[in-house]
């Protein structure tokens, strides 16, 4: 089973910073399978990229992915008031779908 | 406009069961998988299984934690996927979200429905 283990677990930035959100699996993947999410509370999960650094329909351009094999980031270019929230790594696998533990992107 | 939406949570007694429902609107459903995820109060997200599409022969699979107690079924006709949920234990409270997946970025959730497993 791979394991997905995401760092730091909580990213303190202000609005206009850079961020830069890392995803390690336990075991080499299929960059086809990598998806990043973000959640804010209460709501659903979203997709914003897909196949490691595509972006999902409507996500603005200031979102990036990138990586391969076991490594993979997400980086937020310039952090808007909007992008406060947690992310999650996903594998979405032929079997089986596994998440990171998430990083809570917060206002410093 | 694409919608998912859960229903039948509530309360239920350790060892009891429930059935969850997830309907959807606005997109072809019947060439989705249809995937449940759910996540425990201040937790992380949790994948429970999913259903492929009729393309995939109907193909399951399951996470370890609730294989052999969950089966996810769908009836396309209706538009629907079923989460029906036996043996529950008190680690099965969370909120459930089904999402229906396919190509590149096709990749609805609905809004979730709350599982309380409470005696």
């Known amino acids: 089973e791979i394991v997905l283990t995401q760092s730091p677990d909580t990213l303190s930035l202000s609005p206009g910073e850079r961020a830069t959100l890392s995803c390690r699996a336990s075991?080499?993947?299929?960059?086809?399978?990598l998806a990043w999410y973000q959640q804010k509370p209460g709501q659903a999960p979203r997709l914003l990229i897909y196949?490691?650094?595509s972006r999902a329909t409507g996500i603005p351009d200031r979102f990036s992915g990138s990586g391969s094999g076991t490594d993979f980031t997400l980086t937020i270019s310039r952090l808007e008031p909007e992008d406060f929230a947690v992310y999650y790594c996903?594998?979405?696998?032929?079997?089986?779908?596994?998440f990171g533990q998430g990083t809570k992107v917060e206002i410093k | 406009e694409v919608q998912l939406v859960e229903s039948g949570g509530g309360l239920v007694q350790p060892g009891g069961s429930l059935k969850l429902s997830c309907a959807a609107s606005?997109?072809?459903?019947?060439?989705?998988?249809i995937h449940w995820v759910r996540q425990a109060s201040g937790k992380g997200l949790e994948w429970v299984g999913r259903?492929?599409?009729?393309?995939?022969?109907?193909?399951?699979a399951y996470a370890s934690s609730v294989s052999g107690r969950f089966t996810i079924s769908r009836d396309d006709s209706k538009n629907t996927a079923y989460l029906q949920m036996n043996s529950l234990k008190t680690e099965d409270t969370a909120v459930y979200y089904c999402?229906?997946?396919?190509?590149?970025?096709?990749?609805?959730w609905g809004q979730g429905t709350l599982v309380t497993v409470s005696s």
């Open positions: 996903q594998y979405c696998g032929s079997s089986l779908w596994t």
């Open positions: 606005g997109v072809t459903f019947s060439g989705a998988a």
């Open positions: 075991q080499s993947v299929t960059s086809s399978f």
């Open positions: 999402t229906a997946t396919g190509a590149d970025d096709f990749d609805y």
């Open positions: 196949g490691a650094s």
């Open positions: 259903m492929r599409s009729k393309f995939n022969n109907y193909a399951t």
